[in-house]
């Protein structure tokens, strides 16, 4: 069986910038907030960190192609885009089951004034602390 897939036009797209983490590990990022960004999904990729004392997730975009990045992979039916960033969240022994269902605020900031060196661009920054169990 064959599906129809509609072309959203991305000059379009309205509604608020968030995010989301998926069940099974994956930053899901929304149209609006691809578009806001100017997120190139099919050219970049992202390096993500973890400050376990403030219980953020930080993630700062970057080139494709740079080593130890987790790629974006794009939605084919919309502007929408994704991180599947499983290892991290083990790696961190975050279970991404408890942060999922629901949309996340993002601080935006510069990478130095969290002691990230050698990016460029903005760091963002959701806050995992007293999120509620799933």
């Not at 129809?4 to 983490?21: A, M, T």
């Not at 400050?51 to 192609?65: R, Y």
């Not at 083990?90 to 279970?95: A, E, F, H, P, V």
Request: aromatic share 14%; hydrophobic share 40%.
């Amino acid at each position: 069986m064959f599906k129809q897939v509609y072309y959203i036009d991305p000059q379009k797209i309205k509604g608020k910038p968030n995010l989301s983490i998926g069940r099974r590990g994956r930053i899901n990022f929304n149209a609006s907030f691809v578009k806001k960004h100017g997120i190139k999904p099919d050219r970049m990729a992202a390096d993500l960190y973890w400050d376990g004392e403030a219980k953020e997730i930080i993630f700062v975009f970057t080139e494709k192609d740079r080593a130890g990045s987790f790629p974006l992979v794009h939605f084919p039916y919309s502007s929408a885009a994704y991180v599947v960033a499983d290892q991290f969240f083990r790696s961190n022994r975050l279970d991404p089951k408890r942060y999922a269902a629901a949309s996340y605020a993002v601080e935006t900031t510069q990478p130095e004034k969290l002691g990230i060196d050698g990016q460029s661009g903005d760091a963002f920054v959701i806050h995992l602390a007293g999120t509620p169990s799933a």
